[in-house]
């Protein structure tokens, strides 16, 4: 089972950057991507973004595509999000999730892991 940590969230204004980071533990190649889901109080949700396992392939939901970028380094099993331009409709608590088949990039479903969130507030 891989156990999924996420850190970097904060308080940030409008247009301002962050980066969050997701240490992966007994993550293994089986798996076919590992992304990032986001969820604010009272919506469903949302995917954001992915990166396949075998060929670092990228996907971005159409919302954040341009202004974020997933990353990962794979010598220390941390997957990163930078987030750049945030506007107020990004505020949420965004997940790390994995992704055992695809598609990825999509809400994740029961089977798939996840981690305990890091809050992002963008707010002036």
């Known amino acids: 089972q891989v156990q999924l940590v996420e850190s970097g969230g904060g308080l940030v204004q409008p247009g301002g950057s962050l980066r969050l980071s997701c240490v992966a533990s007994?993550?293994?190649?089986?798996?076919?991507?590992i992304g990032w889901f986001r969820q604010a109080p009272g919506k469903e949700r949302e995917g954001v973004s992915c990166?396949?396992?075998?060929?670092?392939?990228?996907y971005y939901t159409s919302a954040v595509e341009g202004r974020f970028t997933i990353s990962r380094d794979n010598a220390k099993n941390i997957v990163y999000l930078e987030m750049n331009n945030l506007n107020p409709e990004d505020t949420a608590t965004y997940y790390c999730?994995?992704?055992?088949?695809?598609?990825?990039?999509?809400?994740?479903?029961?089977?798939?892991?996840w981690g305990q969130g890091t809050q992002v507030t963008v707010s002036s």
């Open positions: 007994g993550f293994t190649s089986d798996y076919y991507a």
């Open positions: 990166i396949t396992n075998s060929e670092g392939t990228t």
């Open positions: 999730t994995t992704y055992r088949n695809p598609p990825c990039g999509i809400p994740p479903q029961s089977f798939e892991d």
